[in-house]
Structure formats: C-alpha cells, structure tokens
C-alpha cells in the first residue's frame, strides 16, 4: 500500500503491532514511489547497490581514500565505505563547522560515553542519519530515533537512508548532496532533472563513468 508522508506515524505503529518491519514499510513505499509495478524491486534496488559497493571499493582505493579490503569484516568495511562516500563525490558546500567531516551527515559512530538522544538533538543538520553503537545501529530522521537493528545488517543501511529522502520528501544536505544524488541515479535508477543536476554532480559522475569504463 502507498501511503503520504502525513500518515507515516500512523502506518509505521500500525505495521508494527502486525509485524511488520518499519524497513520492509519504508522499503514498500521506495518501490510505490521509483517502480509500482515491479514486483522484484528491492531485489533489483539489492543488487544495484551490490553492484555500486563493489565498484566504489575499487574506486576508493584509487582515490586514497579506502585501503585494502581484504583483511576487514563486513561491518568494518561498510563503515570505512560510508565515512569514505562523500569524499569520492565530494559536493562544494563544506559541511556545517560544528557538524566536522561531512560524513557525519550520514553516519556516526557513537562514542562510549555520548548519549544518542543528546547527540541528535545537538545535531546541525535534519536529515536521516545512521547511528552506529557497539552492537547495532540506530536510524534517526532529524532528533527523532526510528529503529534500530542488528550490526550485521549495516552493509544495506545506505539504502534505508536514500529510502527515508523519498518517503519523507527531505531535501538533501548540501554538504552531501553530490553522493545522494550519484547514489539516486546509479544505484535507484532515477534519472537527475536536469535543473536539479549540477557542476559538482555532472563532474563526479562523469570521472566515476570514466573509472569504471562506462
């Protein structure tokens, strides 16, 4: 069922007392969004970003910017592999100062002694953000915490995240606007409107294209 953004709170309580993962909804509404009538589309979306992670490893690696992945568990790369994501398609606007890297518009590793609930709301910037704790992971839009689940599920996180954009209709950090929207037309398959596609966007797709021979 496709839902609005308005009944999102209701749907996900609901859901929930039937059983139903809040990923499995969101993922559901992506598909109602991209590709209705596709009933294999978080297969295909799966094997999309397989397909992307795997040459992003490559690329990282040409860049400087990821080492020698075969040593590292599936946890330890894909965290290695977000922090590294929006340096490979970097976008112009630096991110806020007291946000640091802007990583961290995605992803962050809690520390020992930081409370999740007062890191988000100290939080510079409203957008979907995976929290990463010692043995699992929390998904927050904004301040707001909206599940978490196992460690060893990290590897498909990216896609949780583009997922909330979509159902949630957020605008993209600036500071992290060129990986999403790479991310949106290489691994979701939606095409950039042209006034939506810019310099930094255009640049990096293009020397992407050219690493991996497309």
Same mark, same amino acid.
């Given at each position: 069922m496709c839902r609005s953004a308005s009944t999102w709170p209701h749907a996900f309580a609901t859901e929930k007392m039937r059983g139903v993962a809040p990923f499995d909804l969101v993922m559901d509404e992506l598909r109602c969004i991209l590709d209705r009538s596709n009933p294999d589309f978080i297969? /295909?979306?799966?094997?999309?970003?397989?397909?992307?992670?795997?040459?992003?490893?490559?690329?990282?690696?040409?860049?400087? *910017?990821?080492? +020698?992945?075969?040593? #590292?568990?599936?946890?330890?790369?894909?965290i290695a592999m977000m922090k590294a994501l929006p340096e490979m398609f970097p976008s112009p606007v630096?991110?806020?100062?007291?946000?640091?890297?802007?990583?961290?518009?995605?992803?962050?590793?809690?520390? +020992?002694?930081?409370?999740?609930?007062?890191?988000?709301?100290?939080?510079?910037?409203?957008?979907?953000?995976?929290?990463?704790? /010692?043995?699992?992971?929390? *998904?927050?839009i904004g301040s707001t915490p909206v599940i978490t689940f196992p460690k060893e599920?990290?590897?498909?996180?990216? *896609?949780?995240?583009?997922?909330?954009?979509?159902?949630?209709?957020?605008?993209?950090?600036?500071?992290?606007?060129?990986? *999403?929207?790479?991310? #949106?037309?290489?691994? #979701?398959? /939606?095409?950039?409107? /042209?006034?939506y596609a810019t310099s930094s966007y255009k640049k990096a797709l293009s020397e992407w294209k050219k690493f991996i021979g497309e």
């Open positions: 297969s /295909d979306l799966k094997t999309s970003w397989e397909s992307f992670y795997g040459k992003a490893q490559f690329y990282g690696v040409f860049k400087k *910017l990821l080492g +020698p992945s075969t040593t #590292q568990d599936k946890v330890t790369r894909s630096a991110p806020p100062k007291n946000l640091g890297h802007a990583s961290e518009a995605m992803v962050h590793i809690l520390e +020992p002694t930081e409370n999740p609930n007062t890191y988000l709301q100290r939080r510079p910037v409203f957008s979907p953000v995976l929290i990463i704790c /010692d043995s699992s992971c929390m *998904l927050a599920n990290i590897d498909t996180a990216v *896609l949780y995240l583009l997922a909330y954009y979509y159902t949630f209709h957020l605008t993209y950090p600036k500071c992290i606007a060129t990986l *999403l929207s790479v991310l #949106q037309s290489e691994v #979701q398959q /939606d095409a950039i409107h /042209d006034s």
